[in-house]
């Protein structure tokens, strides 16, 4: 990073010259959401792509005739993909920028998604499935952590959770898309897979409209690229204000600071990584990946009727992640993730205990449901917004790939070993073992995680000291 001075009057005096277009005093709150909305797109791709692996595992292990180990390779080989992006992306994001990663993050969205249409063999759609997950995994990293860097401190919390409720609408979409195009037959699942390349052109599209992240503008020492989209974000006075804010965090940041080796980081990278970890190994993407298998070999459903099962578990998630949208700034970040993994320890002891007791299907589904709202509305935004707040700007990328490789890692674990789970302890053992580590998820938030709504990112870095 070339060395960096704060701003004295002459970048003082710049942010008050011509102003964008559309930009008042206070800056213009419509281009802010403009520019999360099209970055949330990438979100609503992670969601679609890791999801329609739901529907489409049906039809796909009749195709090709797959035993339970091939099926757990076929739904999860996306997430291996995921990890070597997560892996990948903090690095690249912090030489190359934010916005450039994210096209090449659409490109790949949008070839995966035809070569995932197309195979014919199981290792064909494998090879498929890893470059989509290449590309989940440069998203699930940069896409809120685009949306923090541009979002004024007041509405942080609301427009990284925007990202949340892409995704969830992303997967929300991906089983109404598997239900109806579940009656093409035994090759349905192609059209299932194929369908994502349309959201993906248009996130292609859409990303020539946003800027670059003014945060790296900066520490590239692009001043006047970075001065113009903060002051259309938040007007010239606080343009300013911040520019200087900003460039006094990079300049202590240089050299030693830079690195993540330093002492100040422990804690955030500590919290970061177990929460992202315990996110994944509560056991939500069993029921995003597997909720059709688990209808149909446990309560007895048709495949159309396991996916529309799906499709009801998909809106109960939305609609978690809505109330989340409105409140994850007012409540804070800490009290929702405390009401959230509480709020699944014990919706996973009943379902457990109606396991036990052979309860009928509608008990099932509406325990999963309470399971899933809780989990919406708390631990799925939350874990988001707190990886992308509590890094300084200088190591923030590779920072926050650090936890989101965890939480890849701890998803594909989790993934790949649920059936095996399921046939070695059964169903109620599985789902007790993740009502275990939900009340563990519990204990270490009230313990371990700060609270940062309404602090701006410098002073949450400055919290660290």
């Known amino acids: 990073m070339p060395p960096q001075a704060v701003p004295g009057p002459a970048l003082r005096q710049a942010a008050t010259g011509p102003l964008p277009p559309a930009t008042g005093p206070a800056g213009s709150t419509g281009y802010v959401y403009l520019i999360a909305a099209v970055a949330a797109l990438g979100g609503l791709l992670f969601g679609f792509d890791t999801a329609i692996i739901n529907g489409a595992l049906v039809f796909l292990k009749k195709d090709f005739g797959l035993t339970d180990a091939q099926t757990e390779l076929a739904a999860s080989s996306i997430l291996f993909g995921a990890v070597a992006g997560a892996a990948i992306a903090g690095w690249l994001t912090d030489r190359y920028g934010r916005r450039r990663l994210l096209f090449g993050a659409a490109m790949l969205f949008t070839l995966s998604a035809l070569a995932a249409a197309v195979p014919r063999t199981l290792t064909e759609f494998v090879v498929a499935r890893l470059a989509g997950g290449l590309a989940i995994g440069v998203a699930s990293l940069l896409v809120p952590l685009y949306i923090a860097e541009i979002a004024p401190a007041r509405i942080r919390g609301q427009l990284v959770t925007l990202n949340q409720l892409a995704i969830v609408s992303g997967i929300l979409l991906a089983y109404i898309a598997s239900y109806y195009l579940a009656g093409l037959g035994l090759a349905s699942w192609r059209w299932m897979f194929a369908s994502a390349a349309l959201p993906s052109l248009l996130f292609m599209l859409t990303l020539l409209l946003v800027p670059e992240s003014p945060r790296w503008l900066l520490g590239q020492g692009r001043e006047a690229e970075a001065l113009g989209t903060l002051t259309r974000l938040n007007g010239p006075a606080a343009a300013a204000a911040e520019a200087e804010e900003i460039q006094a965090a990079l300049l202590a940041e240089q050299g030693e600071e830079a690195s993540l080796r330093q002492p100040r980081l422990r804690r955030p990278l500590r919290i970061a990584v177990v929460l992202a970890v315990l996110q994944q190994i509560t056991g939500i993407n069993t029921i995003l990946y597997y909720g059709s298998i688990i209808f149909t070999e446990h309560s007895g459903q048709s495949a159309s009727?396991?996916?529309?099962?799906?499709?009801?578990?998909?809106?109960?998630?939305?609609?978690?992640?809505?109330?989340?949208?409105?409140?994850?700034?007012?409540?804070?970040?800490?009290?929702?993730?405390?009401?959230?993994?509480?709020?699944?320890?014990?919706?996973?002891?009943?379902?457990?205990?109606?396991?036990?007791?052979?309860?009928?299907?509608?008990?099932?589904?509406?325990?999963?449901?309470?399971?899933?709202?809780?989990?919406?509305?708390?631990?799925?935004?939350?874990?988001?917004?707190?990886?992308?707040?509590?890094?300084?700007?200088?190591?923030?990328?590779?920072?926050?790939?650090?936890?989101?490789?965890?939480?890849?890692?701890?998803?594909?674990?989790?993934?790949?070993?649920?059936?095996?789970?399921?046939?070695?302890?059964?169903?109620?053992?599985?789902?007790?073992?993740?009502?275990?580590?939900?009340?563990?998820?519990?204990?270490?938030?009230?313990?371990?995680?700060?609270?940062?709504?309404?602090?701006?990112?410098?002073?949450?870095?400055?919290?660290?000291?």
Not at 333 to 353: D, E, T, Y
């Open 305 to 465: 009727s396991a996916i529309g099962a799906n499709a009801l578990i998909g809106g109960i998630n939305f609609a978690g992640t809505i109330v989340a949208l409105f409140v994850i700034d007012r409540v804070g970040r800490k009290p929702l993730l405390l009401f959230a993994s509480g709020g699944m320890a014990l919706a996973l002891g009943a379902l457990v205990v109606a396991l036990q007791l052979h309860a009928p299907g509608p008990w099932l589904l509406g325990l999963i449901m309470l399971y899933v709202a809780c989990f919406a509305v708390g631990l799925g935004p939350g874990v988001w917004v707190v990886i992308t707040e509590i890094f300084p700007n200088a190591v923030r990328g590779r920072a926050a790939s650090l936890a989101t490789v965890a939480l890849w890692v701890a998803c594909t674990l989790i993934s790949f070993t649920f059936l095996s789970l399921v046939k070695a302890a059964g169903l109620a053992g599985a789902f007790g073992l993740y009502a275990v580590l939900s009340a563990l998820t519990f204990v270490f938030v009230w313990r371990a995680v700060p609270e940062t709504k309404g602090r701006t990112l410098e002073e949450i870095e400055q919290g660290w000291q």
